[in-house]
């Protein structure tokens, strides 16, 4: 790895380590650390991914049971992972597994959607990932997996305060440190969850915060042409897509039935909302 690939691991190291340290209670019943686990795939996704500065950082809450959580990479859809991504890598095993939620990295058949939409938009828009990376990263602001006894998903914003405040500090450090490194012109929340921390996190750089739709079946607005709201929220940022717009509507959510997930799924400036498309200015929120 060169470039900003190398400080990108050296984040993940950080968050592992401080993260790994953390204790959950009940209704937790598991925790998954996929940037331990499966570390290997996470660090070739970097290679192709977080070489170079980028001008949109993809922000996601945490990973799902059958995407990150498999694959090691952020909404990382196993099909999607190996076949587009071009990533595929030894996986190991958490140190604590739910019979329910079992992981079986690249060999696993079971479908994340909401990793299936987000990067099957990014194919059928940029058709490459080498074309979607010149200008786009993706990653998540939480590195954990929650797990309740019944293997339901449980998202950290559902954590107690006490155990949410250690987290949400090392997170906000982590995506503070990753923005620093890619310096993009907006930091994009998948989902209101990540754009409210993109926020707190990045108070006082120099970097506009804005939000699109999560892609999580679990919410009946994300199953109403999803990529084609996307591509208008986009739009509205001043986000232009390497295709026409047209294209992106013809993503077919060919995993819709395969699983449904319970998850959603000096003094510088402060953090800034987009601006429309024709706006001059850059004017700080207050």
Known sequence: MK????????????????TRRLRFGAPVACVY???????????????????????????GMNPGPWGMAQTGIPFGEVNVARTWLGVEAPVGRPRREHPHR??????CRRSEVSGARLWGWARDAF??????????????????????DTGRNRTPDKLPASERR???????????????????????????FAEARARIALDGIDVEVGHVLHPSPASPAANRDWPGQVARQFEAMGI???????????????HDQADRPNRHHGSPPKVRSPRPKQARSRTAVR
């Open 3 to 18: 470039g900003s690939a190398v400080k990108l691991a050296e984040i993940a190291a950080t968050l592992v380590s401080t």
């Open 33 to 59: 650390h996929p940037l331990e686990y499966a570390i290997e795939p996470y660090l070739k996704y970097l290679r192709i991914a977080g070489e170079h500065r980028r001008e949109v950082v993809l922000v």
């Open 102 to 107: 079992p992981v079986q990295g690249f060999g």
């Open 127 to 148: 058709q490459t990932p080498d074309r979607f990376f010149q200008r786009f990263f993706v990653a998540n602001y939480c590195p954990l997996c929650f797990l309740e």
């Open 166 to 192: 250690p987290l949400f500090v090392a997170c906000d450090e982590a995506l503070r440190r990753t923005v620093e490194c890619l310096s993009p012109r907006i930091v994009v929340g998948v989902g209101r």
């Open 240 to 254: 232009a897509c390497a295709v026409r717009r047209t294209t992106m509507f013809r993503l077919r959510d060919r």
